[in-house]
T-cell receptor, first 112, second 114 residues
């Protein structure tokens, strides 16, 4: 059965204190790994897509990396506005179907 | 681009009542997904459509749940009769055809069944 886990469950950082979030997955055929940010009362907001091991994507203070079994979301010098829940999802499927499986998320709090 | 639009944003109803949630996907997207989010179970896929046709409804918890997509710009998720354990945030998302296309989510409907 496809599974996606995330760690830690919650993370508190001081402003400027860099850290990494982990997403581990087991799928039969990875089509894509996605990172999302979710603010309270809102839907998940798309951040990155990674397709193959070794790939990296960056956006402002965030950098996502991918290996064959896990992905990391590195947060460099975070600011309070980076506080949110970060979700990862894996996509597996064939040319006809699509299926996205989400992890439970990491709640990030960045204190000023 | 208006994004995915869901209505209502909040719904409070009594047990046994019928509830209808609505979704307008992003124009041109041919996949539409319904998810449910709770603290205990996170985001769970309920059903998804491709070109208005239901492809996988294995996540629909019971026969009390039904979903339709009568055209490319509108979908509904109906719960009849509703129960307190249905209380959750329900999200609609859409995406373009193709492997690797990300989901784009609406802001959800928070359903409370008393």
């Amino acid at each position: 059965e496809d599974q996606v886990t995330q760690s830690p469950e919650a993370l508190r950082l001081q402003e400027g204190e860099s850290s990494s979030l982990n997403c581990s997955y087991t799928v039969s055929g990875l089509r894509g790994l996605f990172w999302y940010r979710q603010d309270p009362g809102k839907g998940p907001e798309f951040l990155f897509t990674l397709y193959s091991a070794g790939e990296e994507k960056e956006k402002e203070r965030l950098k996502a990396t991918l290996t064959k079994k896990e992905s990391f979301l590195h947060i460099t010098a975070p600011k309070p506005e980076d506080s949110a829940t970060y979700l990862c999802a894996v996509q597996e499927g064939d040319n006809y179907g699509q299926n996205f499986v989400f992890g439970p998320g990491t709640r990030l709090s960045v204190l000023p | 681009d208006a994004g995915v639009i869901q209505s209502p944003r909040h719904e409070v109803t009594e047990m046994g009542q019928e509830v209808t949630l609505r979704c307008k996907p992003i124009s041109g997207h041919d996949y539409l997904f319904w998810y449910r989010q709770t603290m205990m179970r996170g985001l769970e896929l309920l059903i998804y459509f491709n070109n208005n046709v239901p492809i996988d409804d294995s996540g629909m918890p019971e026969d009390r749940f039904s979903a339709k997509m009568p055209n490319a710009s509108f979908s509904t998720l109906k719960i009849q009769p509703s129960e307190p354990r249905d209380s959750a945030v329900y999200f609609c998302a859409s995406t373009l055809r193709g492997i690797g296309s990300p989901l784009h989510f609406g802001n959800g409907t928070r359903l409370t069944v008393t």
